[in-house]
């Protein structure tokens, strides 16, 4: 069974421009979430999303935005990024809102000149 | 305001050896933990869990320990493996349901010498 893949792994922007992440969760899996990995934060949570729904949304802000295809697929994209946006971006499946335990994707390393 | 704490950035083993691993948190609505692994360039690795409804959960050689008075759990690894080397992260969660809504300590780096 393949796991959560995300696209592109490594992506460099510049200052003010936007970027778009992709995440294919587990097959079965309906529930995507998303967090960011920085060096001085840690891990944070950025949003879910289930049956193409935000159900949950972490404290970020707004220019951070995601959504859900009605495959499960998802998708984040920062606009007007910022230096202090280079991080790992990690989003993790779940088959639904009863199973606990959440599968993360390789990340995609994103780097803001 | 860090709500899951990990005091030790890194830990420092000899190979089948016992390592311990410590978690702390704050919030007292959190009651469901999880360890993760993470190697560099990958994702976390789910390994073991626990709900506030225990103390105890063993999964082969790993072992957490919860105790909710002190806010307090741990991962015991043993025998330790060189191929345990990693960054370990714990995480909490406000109810079982809501695994979604993770919060990750800053996570612990084991190293296990052969």
């Known amino acids: 069974k393949a796991g959560v893949t995300q696209t592109p792994r490594y992506l460099i922007k510049t200052r003010g421009q936007q970027v778009t992440l992709s995440c294919s969760p587990i097959s079965g899996h309906r529930s995507v979430s998303w967090y960011q990995q920085t060096p001085g934060q840690g891990l944070q949570f950025l949003f879910e999303y289930f049956s193409e729904t935000q159900r949950n949304k972490g404290n970020f802000p707004g220019r951070f935005s995601g959504r859900q295809f009605s495959n499960s697929r998802s998708e984040m994209n920062v606009s007007t990024l910022e230096l202090g946006d280079s991080a790992l971006y990690l989003c993790?499946?779940?088959?639904?809102?009863?199973?606990?335990?959440?599968?993360f994707g390789p990340g995609t390393r994103l780097l803001v000149l | 305001d860090q709500q899951v704490k990990q005091n030790s950035p890194s830990l420092s083993v000899q190979e089948g050896r016992i390592s311990i691993l410590n978690c702390d948190y704050t919030?007292?609505?959190?009651?469901?933990f999880l360890w993760y692994k993470k190697y560099p360039a990958e994702g976390p690795t789910f390994l073991i869990s626990i709900s506030s409804i225990k103390d105890k959960n063993e999964d082969g050689r790993f072992t957490v320990f919860l105790n909710k008075s002190a806010k307090h759990l741990s991962l015991h690894i043993v025998p330790s493996q060189p191929g345990d080397s990693a960054v370990y992260f714990c995480?909490?969660?406000?109810?079982?349901?809501?695994?979604?809504?993770?919060?990750f300590g800053g996570g612990t780096r084991l190293m296990v010498k052969p």
């Open positions: 919030n007292s609505m959190f009651d469901y």
């Open positions: 995480a909490a969660s406000p109810q079982m349901n809501a695994g979604n809504m993770l919060t």
């Open positions: 993790a499946s779940r088959r639904s809102s009863s199973q606990e335990t959440q599968y």
